[in-house]
């Protein structure tokens, strides 16, 4: 699977995108955001706090609730303000 990150998610992570192989137990947006917040570093700092994130899985808005088994990819980012 592909993980996306964006603004400051990928600043504080220090990466645009990586490639994972998600262990079992791993079934939800929110399940993925803890198991890669407990990888420390940048992406405990940038995962901290998963209700402030947004998430797409393979390129749809979903909530953290949503389902990544089988998704090709996810994106991790902050809310988007428009103006």
């Not at 964006?6 to 137990?25: K, Q, T």
């Amino acid at each position: 699977m592909t993980i996306l990150y964006f603004a400051w998610v990928r600043e504080r992570i220090g990466l645009a995108e990586e490639a994972l192989a998600l262990p079992d137990g791993v079934a939800s947006v929110a399940d993925l955001i803890r198991w890669l917040a407990a990888r420390g570093g940048g992406y405990a700092e940038a995962l901290a706090e998963p209700e402030r994130l947004r998430a797409a899985v393979d390129q749809n808005f979903v909530g953290l609730d949503a389902s990544v088994v089988g998704a090709r990819e996810v994106a991790l980012f902050p809310p988007v303000t428009g103006g």
